[in-house]
C-alpha cells in the first residue's frame, strides 16, 4: 500500500489497481469466476438460502467497465451483480458475506445476493427489478450534470432489459436532456429461459439507440480491451458534454439463468463455442504473448486467486449471520436534528 | 386426487382452456419452459402457441394487452412471476382494467385474471418477498383474491377465469410444491367473495389468509382453546357475513397476517367486524402481523418475520387470558 491510500477503503484501493495495470485487470476476471464457481458450490452444498445468479462468462463485461471509469462515478446493476461489484473494487468477503447472509456482507447479510452496494466505488444497491436501474442512473447522471461535475452515471442491464419501458423512457430522457450516462447492455441472448431472439424485435440491441438519436456501439463483450476501449469512448464522450450512449457487448453466460436452471434451451453447440472463446483465456493468451506474463507467473496467479478466495471463504464462515435487531436497521434515514 | 399447488393451478387453466377457446395464457417463460414455478405444466403443448405465449420481459405491454383483448373477446390469464413486478405496469391494473366497465357505462366487460407469486420463506430478498394485497386492496372493480394451498387455488383460479370482471389471484410462492387433495370438477370452484372455514371452535375467531392459513391452523391444533380458524381466500370483496357470524359466537376476533403492520389487509376486516360486533366482543379485536420493516434475507430472520404457529399460540393465549392486547414480538427492537 502506497503512503497516499492510507486510510482509503479497500475497495477503492483495489479499483485503483485494476484501473493501473492489466495484468491487474486479468486477475481480477480470474477472481470473478473464482467467486461466482465459489458461490455456486456453496449453494449446491446448501450454506445458502434463495437464489443466486452468477455471471461466469461475462467477466470481461465488469472488468472493462471498471477499468474505462473512476471510483466517483455512479453505476447501477443488476440481480447479476457478484461481478460488477468486485470489479468495481468491492472484495471477495464482503460479497461472498452478503450473498451467504453474514453481518460481513455490504448489507449485513439482509439482502443476500441480489442486493450489494458500495458507495465507496459508486456502486448504488444493485436492482432486482429488471430495468430498474435505468432511470435510476439517469439520475446520477441529472446530479453530474447539475452540479457541473465531469463525472459519469453507467447503467449495466441485460437484453431482456431492452424490453422494458423503462429502458426506452430512460434512454430518451437521458439523450432529450443530453446527460452524460452510459447505458451498457449485456447481450448474453437470453433473458431468463427465452433466447432473444423470440422476446426481441432486434438482434442488436444497439440499434435501439437510433430511436434515440443516441451513439451506439458494438463490442465483442468476451476481449475485456475491447469493452474498456468501447467503454472510455462513451465515456469520454459524456465527460466532455457529448451526451448519452448505448454499449452492447455481445457475451455469454456459462451457467444457468440462477441457481435452478441447468439451462435446457441452449441452443446445440452454443456453450462450446462461446467456452472457445472464454473472456479470461483470450486475455491471458494476449499478456502472455505480449511477455507482460509468464507462463508460470499465470499459474501462480490462479492458485493465488483461489487461495484469496479460500481465505475469504473461511472469513465468512466465522462472521455470523444477521441478528433480528437487524432487521430493524436502515428502513428510515435518520431525521436531520 | 393428491397435487402440488401448481399442479393444481395448471390443471384449472387446463381444464377452462378445454371449456372455452377463448381463454389464453401468457407471461415470462410460461410457454416452453412452462412456468417459473410450473404453474402452466403442459399448456403449450395441449393448447399451442396461439393460446398460450412467452412475452417478452414488458408487463406494461402483457397485461395492457390482458386488458384490451379481454374487452375484445378474449379470457387471458396474464401471469406476473413475482407480485412485485406489477410495480412496472400497475396503470393497467388499478387505472385500466378496474375501471373500463365503468367508463364505459357497462358496456365492456375485462374478464382477465391477473396471477402472481407472493409472499416470504424462499430466502428471494427484500425485492421478492412480499405479499402486496394492501397495493391491490380497496379498488373498485378489481377482484383480489389469494389462494392458501392446493384446493383453494384450483377452485379460485377456475372461479376467477369465468368471472367478467379484472381478477387478480395471489399464489404463495412457498406453496407452490405442497400437495393437498383436490376434487377436480365444478363442486370444487370457489366462489369469489366466500370464506371457507376449515376449522369450527368456539373460543376465537382466527381469520388468516394465503400463508398465514396452515399457520393458525396449526397454532389452533396444538392449543388449550378453541379456535374457529377461518381462511378468507377473498379480499375484495371478501366474506362479511360468514367473519361476522363466527365472531357473534366466539366473541374474539384475531387475524393472522403475512403483511407488515401498517396498512395491512387486516385493518379493513377489524374496522369493519368492530362495528358490527361491537357489543359481542369479549377482548380488543388483535392483528398478528410482520413488524413494519422490508423482508430480510437470511432464513433465522426471514422466518422471524413471518408469524408462526408458536407465536399465534402464544399470542391468542395471552389474549383470551389478559383480555388485552398482547404485545408484538418486536416491540423490544423498535
Ligand atoms: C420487472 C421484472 N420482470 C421480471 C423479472 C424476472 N426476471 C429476473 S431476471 C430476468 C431475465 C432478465 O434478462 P436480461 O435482462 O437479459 O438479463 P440477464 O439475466 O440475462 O443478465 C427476468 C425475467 C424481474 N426481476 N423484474
Ligand atoms: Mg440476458
Known amino acids: 500500500m502506497t503512503e497516499s491510500m492510507a486510510g482509503v477503503p479497500r475497495s477503492t484501493q483495489r479499483r485503483h489497481e485494476l484501473n493501473e495495470s492489466r495484468v491487474a485487470r486479468l486477475e481480477r476476471m480470474m477472481e470473478i469466476r473464482l467467486v461466482e464457481d465459489r458461490i455456486q458450490d456453496l449453494f449446491a452444498q446448501g450454506l445458502v438460502s434463495g437464489t443466486t445468479h452468477t455471471s461466469q462468462g461475462q467477466e470481461a463485461v465488469a472488468v472493462g467497465l471498471a477499468a474505462a471509469t473512476r471510483a466517483t462515478d455512479f453505476v447501477c446493476c443488476t440481480y447479476r451483480g457478484h461481478g460488477h461489484a468486485l470489479a468495481l473494487g468491492m472484495t471477495p468477503d464482503v460479497v461472498l458475506g452478503e450473498v451467504l447472509g453474514r453481518q460481513i456482507g455490504c448489507m449485513g447479510g439482509l439482502g443476500g445476493s441480489m442486493h450489494l452496494s458500495d458507495p465507496d466505488v459508486g456502486l448504488l444497491p444493485t436492482f432486482a427489478i429488471v430495468g430498474a436501474g435505468i432511470p435510476v442512473a439517469v439520475g446520477a447522471a441529472l446530479q453530474f450534470a447539475t452540479r457541473r461535475s465531469d463525472g459519469v452515471a453507467l447503467s449495466l442491464f441485460g437484453d431482456g432489459a431492452t424490453n422494458i419501458g423503462a429502458f426506452h423512457e430512460g434512454l430518451n430522457m437521458a439523450a432529450v436532456w443530453n446527460l452524460p450516462v452510459v447505458f451498457v447492455c449485456e447481450n448474453n441472448l437470453y433473458g431468463e429461459y427465452s433466447p432473444l431472439e423470440t422476446t426481441t424485435a432486434v438482434s442488436d440491441i444497439a440499434t435501439r439507440a437510433t430511436s434515440y438519436a443516441m451513439a451506439a456501439d458494438v463490442v465483442d463483450g468476451q476481449d475485456v480491451e475491447a469493452v474498456q476501449a468501447a467503454v472510455t469512448r462513451a465515456v469520454e464522450r459524456a465527460r466532455g458534454g457529448g451526451g448519452p450512449t448505448l454499449v452492447e457487448a455481445k457475451t455469454y453466460r456459462y451457467v444457468g439463468h440462477s441457481r435452478s436452471d441447468k439451462a435446457p434451451y441452449r441452443k446445440e453447440g452454443e456453450l462450446d463455442e462461446w467456452l472457445a472463446r472464454d473472456p479470461i483465456e483470450l486475455f491471458a493468451q494476449k499478456l502472455l504473448a505480449s511477455g507482460e506474463l509468464s507462463a508460470s507467473a499465470l499459474d501462480e496467479m490462479r492458485r493465488h486467486q483461489s487461495h484469496l478466495i479460500d481465505e475469504a471463504q473461511e472469513q465468512v464462515l466465522a462472521s455470523p449471520t444477521g441478528t433480528i435487531a437487524q432487521m430493524f436497521d436502515n428502513v428510515f434515514a435518520p431525521t436531520p436534528s | 386426487m393428491r397435487l402440488r399447488m401448481n399442479q393444481a393451478i395448471s390443471l384449472a387453466i387446463s381444464e377452462e382452456m378445454a371449456r372455452d377457446e377463448n381463454v389464453i395464457v401468457f407471461g415470462e417463460d410460461v410457454a416452453v419452459a412452462e412456468g417459473p414455478f410450473k404453474t402452466s405444466e403442459g399448456l403449450l403443448t395441449t393448447f399451442g402457441p396461439d ?24 379470457r387471458p390469464v396474464a401471469e406476473i412471476m413475482f407480485i412485485e413486478f406489477v410495480g412496472v405496469a400497475f396503470d393497467q391494473m388499478v387505472t385500466e382494467a378496474a375501471l373500463m366497465h365503468y367508463m364505459s357505462g357497462g358496456r365492456y366487460d375485462v374478464p382477465m385474471v391477473m396471477r402472481a407469486s407472493v409472499g416470504s420463506g424462499l430466502g428471494f430478498g427484500c425485492q421478492h418477498s412480499q405479499t402486496l394485497e394492501r397495493w391491490m386492496l380497496g379498488t373498485p372493480g378489481l377482484k383480489l383474491a389469494v389462494a392458501s394451498g392446493a384446493r383453494s387455488a384450483y377452485g379460485l383460479t377456475k372461479a376467477a377465469i369465468r368471472d367478467n370482471n379484472p381478477v387478480v389471484i395471489l399464489e404463495p410462492r412457498a406453496l407452490y410444491g405442497q400437495r393437498e387433495n383436490v376434487e377436480p370438477g365444478e363442486e370444487s370452484i370457489i366462489a369469489l367473495g366466500t370464506a371457507q372455514t376449515p376449522r369450527a371452535g368456539s373460543d376465537v375467531t382466527i381469520v388468516a389468509l394465503g400463508q398465514t392459513v396452515n399457520v393458525a391452523l396449526e397454532a389452533a391444533d396444538t392449543a388449550p382453546w378453541s379456535a374457529e380458524v377461518i381462511d378468507l381466500l377473498s379480499l375484495m370483496p371478501w366474506d362479511r357475513a360468514t367473519v361476522i357470524d363466527s365472531v357473534r359466537r366466539t366473541g374474539h376476533l384475531v387475524l393472522v397476517e403475512e403483511n407488515q403492520r401498517t396498512g395491512g389487509w387486516g385493518t379493513e376486516i377489524a374496522s369493519v367486524v368492530g362495528s358490527a360486533c361491537f357489543s359481542d366482543l369479549r377482548a380488543p379485536i388483535h ?18 418475520f413471518l408469524p408462526s404457529a408458536d407465536y399465534v399460540r402464544e399470542q391468542v393465549g395471552a389474549l383470551l387470558t389478559t383480555k388485552t392486547t398482547p404485545s408484538p414480538w418486536w416491540e423490544e427492537f423498535v
Open chain 2, 287 to 304: 392483528r398478528i402481523t410482520a413488524p413494519d420493516v422490508p423482508v430480510p434475507y437470511g432464513p433465522d430472520l426471514e422466518k422471524r
Open chain 2, 51 to 74: 393460446r398460450v405465449r412467452d412475452t417478452p420481459i414488458s408487463e406494461t405491454a402483457f397485461l395492457g394487452a390482458a386488458v384490451g383483448a379481454a374487452m375484445t373477446g378474449l
